[in-house]
């Protein structure tokens, strides 16, 4: 049964399954994976729109979609991370659909899950079949029994921003509380039956701000990435790494962001080597799931990548 | 095909007044229960539409189904391959992740918008496409050109002076897939169409009818077929690879609205030999009701022990996929089945051919550990799915009690036809199969496979005709694939830098199928010298492979190549020369002489890049019953063959035959293909549509000598016979290629046979270690194959086969659970292939002489052309990076372990 809600409220009275661009959706009820009650988000007003917030930053509607996002002059200026994120999403028809809010709640890409024929223990089953079976798409870290990579480059970028979310039915909150932890395996996202995920804010740009993002994937485009970057740094006037924070993707079932390695890392050259151990020393030597342990050898480098990029160096466009 | 209902015409097609409304709603099949309907209003091609969608339905359903507009094709289902590229507000979305709720509203155009089918009524992007020979099988096509109007609407709107670029297009088209590659051509159409190459509607543009019908949406493929009460069918497949089938319960299924039947496929009792394997059929009314039906199938399953990976089968006490046997004999073939033993789940060796002095070859490879050179190693290349981007797909009709008519995506229209009648007992003329278009196969359509037999008996038990179209994950699955390969080589060169001989054993895992015949492709190489050649098949509870495209070719190759390279950094002699001085077949020496003249080449090369190069040789495959009528009459020029088209340009070529011979363009010949109502032609394996080239040249040959005796008579010159047959009856002569007949005494050395055709390839790969990515910069290929017929065909045969080469290179690596045996891969999001960034350009260059010997004197290009692509691009990996690949694709995960 779909339904069409004309308001927020009446989105969140129905407490069924969001839809708003649907590419992933479609595909995952069409396949048995997932059903119940569909709520379609198309009549509601409100959700697409990028304006001035009240608190000086910027909102982003739940249903902007990832193309009007990625073309933006504001977020393009002011936050080049997100927009260069949202640009590697997907293909440009998928682009053209999906959303912020989608992109930020969607279901990982485990190809277990994604096959009606295992139940695993993100779908109340008993264990997870990548441990035992091919995990070498997976998570060299393990944050919970799912080992499936958080599939939002979205996230990544906005963590980095340390960007809030608007949530019908709760307060401003920040991106990791409706990501959760990753601990559930079933808890694909942390919004409550209800809670309707309205818009994202970003807190104010300051000026000289630099971000880049690059990711590791076997074709040039379109393809969930092995492992992603997401960087955001400001330089002092002699050149020296003056804020910094980075995030990367691929390597846990949610994103990873090391607050003291950034740190560490201000007062350096972006050039300079020392930064590039930093990168190569963020992940232990001992990983869990040996089968993606590799993915630990690429984040040095495509840290590297996303830092020449935020320098302007290496210029990518997904 | 009589009473096919016929394809809308947009012209006829009135949306105002609600008139479609009518028709289309009247014409929907009711939906499966729960799923109710909402009114839907859209602006369709600039004109008002009101139809109705269900809440889980698509852009994609309420265009195909309920609009019946088949130009938007559905080939993946993911929103990854773009066939069903329309515009929302101007804007290409994927129609098939669309939902339908979206429609409401917008301004939507689809292919069927774009223009009409004449030439002159086409979009400017319409005709660059057709210009540059930028359609191949035609699946993707419709898609390619909406997202293309879309560029060059942006483009034109801007008031660009530049061109775009290859990488700015790269992106632009990032969401469409080629499957047969022609990327380049693709590159060159949008290009020309934005630069404004095509405004004047009354550009002269040769054109082949078939390109003209797939660039405007019209071709109908299987899967457009639209009959009166057809109904649609899903196979229930095994979850186990290896299972006893206890029984089934199709109750529940029949409960669902709209189900119609429920037919068994496997007895109780019977055992699957894969996860996949084909249990049961469900009916419904449409194909949203069949899969509701299908996942309410219970069946009981007594799981038996399974052999899903090589070592498995290989180990001690593994479970048999063939305990007796009479069931091996039944077995698959996924290359050519030659008699070997078996010793449990290995089968083999098949042996080198009589006189290839095996002894000496290993005594060759012995000495040379000792003083010598030994270019050795373990070669492994993956699974590589065919994945065509129509998939397998039937629909079947009885119009009597003993007649048939069949529409089936199939690379073999006679043999099926063939098959059918026999396995059905159908007398002459009761059997008819059409596939009109064929939206490529690489060798996985040819048989009566088990879609096509579900089709056939449940339109029999219905009385009604009844589609059954695989998807993408059932295609992955199911749809055939290029066996994965371990060779284990080695090539022995004497320390003055002979090549003293090769040794090379291979073993295939074909899942549970058999006729590995990797190590044989060594034959057609360095034909003269010494060599040991065996191939094992190593059966497994996993799907059959098939024989795909020069089968066996691209992993011989790369383990060949990659040896020769190294023994060329050995012997410090150029790669280049090294197979000169060792390849004495003067076609290839050609080509070597060509490549060395390649400009790049030379030089210093930046850090990170290399260049590669690699040889590769595969024999054509002749039909001697290849049959092609040639008529000529008032309304000019009709050729026709039973053969097909599945992109490999069999209706081109034809067309350039006979174009030349009568004197006419070849958008003057039309071409009839794809039913097994017209004379015999050959199925599109192994190249045998080639076969087609002489008969047609012999048909011409009769055609022109009736001409000549009707000039005659009438007075007049051959020459000017359309003014004989202005008036008349047509004049129509068929021809035969027949046996195959060596002329001998030609001057050509023994190691050169003529039937062989030849490969050089050399790639510019650039390998960036943060990344662990390998880009493949630049290709050159340069082919012998006789002479060429239809160069632009050719060419984009060439291109394809690279880039389908370059995937297995790369990035195709079909992935199967261990423990399971099941297909990890359900789409193109996971099974990735390449797209139009990832293909280079690549520069083509044919060298026609040397087979001279072989009727009709054009061999096949599309297998050869691709098989040296993988070597060449590991050689260029180690010219880059000094280190050597001997694992196929180069992952990011592989690329990382060699630079470590």
């Known amino acids: 049964m779909i339904h069409l809600p004309r308001s927020v409220s009446e989105a969140s009275a129905v407490r069924g399954q969001i839809r708003a661009g649907g590419t992933d959706l479609t595909l995952l009820r069409r396949r048995g994976v997932t059903g119940g009650e569909l709520v379609d988000l198309r009549d509601v007003p409100g959700l697409s729109g990028i304006g001035p917030h009240a608190t000086g930053g910027l909102a982003i509607g739940a249903a902007v979609t990832l193309l009007d996002l990625a073309s933006d002059a504001r977020i393009v200026a002011g936050w080049p991370a997100l927009a260069a994120a949202a640009d590697a999403v997907g293909n440009p028809q998928i682009r053209a659909r999906a959303t912020l809010g989608g992109s930020l709640l969607q279901e990982v890409r485990c190809a277990y899950l994604r096959s009606p024929e295992f139940t695993c223990s993100k779908r109340g089953g008993g264990k997870c079949f990548a441990r035992e079976g091919d995990a070498e798409l997976h998570t060299p870290l393990e944050n919970g029994p799912c080992i499936a990579p958080h599939p939002s480059t979205t996230a990544l970028a906005l963590l980095v921003y340390g960007a809030q979310v608007e949530v019908y039915g709760s307060m401003l ?146 | ?279 049961a059929v469900v009916a419904g009314i449409d194909r949203r009701t069949a899969e509701a039906g299908a996942r309410r199938v219970k069946a009981q399953w007594e799981v038996l022990p399974a052999a899903t990976t090589m070592e498995g089968a290989l180990a001690r006490a593994a479970p048999l996929v063939f305990p007796a046997r009479d069931e091996s004999a039944d077995a698959p073939v996924a290359g050519q089945r030659l008699p070997a033993s078996w010793a449990g789940n290995l089968r083999g060796p098949v042996s080198t051919a009589l ?119 059932e295609e992955l699955r199911v749809g055939g694939a290029r066996a994965p390969t371990q060779t284990e080589l080695a090539l022995a060169a004497s320390p003055e830098g002979e090549l003293q001989g090769i040794v090379s054993r291979t073993y295939s895992s074909a899942g549970a199928a058999v006729g590995n015949l990797c190590s044989q492709a060594a034959r057609h190489l360095y034909a003269t010298k010494a060599k040991d050649l065996d191939d094992y098949d190593v059966v497994t509870h996993t799907p059959p492979a098939v024989p795909m495209r020069a089968p066996g070719g691209p992993p011989l190759f790369f383990a060949l190549e990659t040896a020769v390279d190294h023994a060329a950094r050995a012997l410090s002699v150029d790669p280049l020369a090294l197979r000169k001085r060792w390849d004495p077949d003067p076609v290839r020496q050609l080509l070597y002489d060509q490549a060395a003249a390649l400009p790049w080449l030379r030089g210093e090369r930046p850090p990170g890049v290399g260049i590669g190069i690699a040889a590769g040789a595969w024999p054509a495959e002749w039909d001697a019953g290849a049959s092609v009528e040639v008529e000529v009459g008032p309304e000019g020029v009709l050729v026709r063959t039973g053969a097909q088209d599945a992109g490999e340009g069999t209706a081109g070529i034809l067309a350039a035959v006979v174009a030349q011979r009568l004197g006419v363009t070849e958008g003057e010949v039309r071409v009839e293909l794809g039913s097994s109502a017209l004379v015999y032609g050959p199925p599109s394996i192994g190249g045998r549509t080639m076969s087609l080239v ?102 984009s045969q060439v291109v394809a086969a690279f880039v389908q080469n370059l995937g297995l290179a790369l990035m195709e690596e079909r992935r199967i659970d261990d423990l399971t045996g099941r297909t990890l891969q359900h789409d193109f999001v996971d099974y990735v292939v390449p797209g139009l960034a990832d293909a280079p350009p690549v520069e083509v260059v044919f060298a026609e002489g040397g087979h001279e010997g072989v009727r009709g004197g054009a061999l096949d290009v599309g297998e050869v052309a691709g098989v040296a692509v993988p070597a060449a691009i590991a050689n260029a990996f180690f010219d880059a990076t000094g280190r050597r690949p001997v694992r196929l694709p180069l992952t990011p995960k592989r690329v990382l372990e060699l630079l470590a």
């Open chain 1, 173 to 318: 909150r920040d991106v990791p509380s409706i990501l959760g932890d990753g601990a559930d395996p079933r808890q694909t996202h942390a919004l409550l039956p209800g809670e309707v995920l309205t818009a994202v804010v970003l807190p104010p740009a300051p000026a000289n701000d630099r971000g880049g993002y690059a990711r590791i994937a076997t074709r040039a485009h379109a393809e969930f990435p092995l492992v992603e970057a997401a960087v955001r740094l400001q330089l002092d006037p002699s050149g020296r790494i003056a804020s910094f924070a980075f995030a990367v993707n691929g390597i846990a079932n949610r994103p990873q962001t090391w607050p003291d390695a950034a740190r560490a890392c201000v007062g350096l050259a972006p050039s300079d080597p020392k930064v590039d151990d930093v990168f190569s020393g963020l992940l232990p030597r001992s990983l869990p799931i040996r089968a993606a342990a590799y993915k630990a050898n690429l984040v040095p480098g495509v840290l590297r990548v996303a830092l020449d990029r935020a320098l302007g160096k290496d210029q990518f466009r997904g």
């Open chain 2, 1 to 279: 095909m009589p009473d096919e209902r016929p394809p809308f015409d947009l012209s006829r097609r009135v949306f105002l007044g609600g008139s479609l409304l009518g028709a289309a709603v009247a014409g929907a099949p009711a939906r499966a229960a729960g799923a109710a309907e909402t009114p839907l209003d859209f602006t369709l091609n600039g004109l008002p539409c009101a139809t109705a969608a269900g809440g889980e339905e698509t852009a994609v359903d309420v265009l195909r189904r309920r609009l019946q507009l088949t130009g938007t094709k559905e080939a993946c289902g993911s929103g990854a391959c773009g066939a069903c590229t329309i515009l929302v507000g101007g804007r290409p979305h994927a129609a098939c992740v669309t939902p339908a709720t979206a429609l409401a509203g917008a301004e939507v155009r689809t292919i069927e918008g774009f223009g009409g089918t004449a030439l002159a009524d086409m979009h400017p992007v319409q005709r660059a496409f057709l210009a540059e020979d930028a359609v191949r099988c035609g699946a993707c096509t419709p898609g390619f050109v909406v997202s293309a109007v879309a560029f060059y609407d942006r483009y034109r709107a801007a008031q660009r002076k530049d061109e775009p670029s290859r990488e700015e297009l790269g992106r632009v088209f990032a969401g469409h897939l080629c499957r047969c590659g022609a990327y380049d051509a693709i590159l060159r159409g949008v290009t020309a169409a934005c630069v404004g190459v095509h405004e004047a509607r009354t550009s002269a543009i040769p054109v082949r009818p078939d390109a003209l019908a797939k660039v405007s949406g019209q071709a109908r493929y299987t899967a457009d077929i639209l009959l009166d009460g057809m109904v649609d069918a899903v196979l229930v497949r095994s979850p186990y690879a290896h299972a006893r089938l206890v029984s089934l319960d199709e109750h529940a299924a029949l409960d669902v609205e709209g189900v119609k039947r429920v037919l068994r496929i496997l007895p109780d009792g019977g055992r699957v030999r894969y996860a996949g394997q084909e249990v």
């Open chain 2, 355 to 473: 006189g290839a002095r095996p002894r000496r070859a290993n005594l060759a490879v012995e000495e040379a550990r000792a003083a010598g050179i030994v270019g050795e190693g373990v070669f492994r290349t993956a699974a590589q799915a065919a994945a065509p981007l129509e998939p397998h797909v039937a629909v079947a009709r009885w119009t009597e009690e003993d007649k048939l008519e069949l529409w089936a995506s199939t690379e073999a229209v006679q043999e099926l036809a063939t098959e059918v009648a026999t396995e059905y007992r159908l007398g002459a003329g009761r059997c008819t199969v059409v596939a009109t278009y064929v939206g490529g196969g690489s060798g996985t359509k040819r048989h009566l496979t088990p879609e096509i037999r579900a089709a056939i008996d449940l339109a029999k038990i219905l009385r009604a005709p009844v589609r059954i179209q695989l998807d993408r994950a």
């Open chain 2, 694 to 795: 002489a008969a047609a040249e012999r048909a011409l040959d009769r055609l022109l000598e009736d001409l000549a005796d009707l000039a005659a008579e009438k007075g007049g010159a051959v020459e000017q016979w359309r003014s004989l047959v202005a008036a008349g009856p047509p004049v129509r002569a068929i021809g035969r290629r027949g046996e195959k007949v060596r002329e001998i005494g030609l001057p050509r050395p023994l190691a050169a046979d003529p039937d062989v055709a030849s490969v050089v390839t050399v790639v510019k790969v650039e390998v960036d270690p943060r990344l662990a990515r390998v880009r493949v910069l630049s290709g050159w290929v340069g082919v012998g194959a006789g002479r060429i017929p239809s160069l632009s065909v050719a060419r």
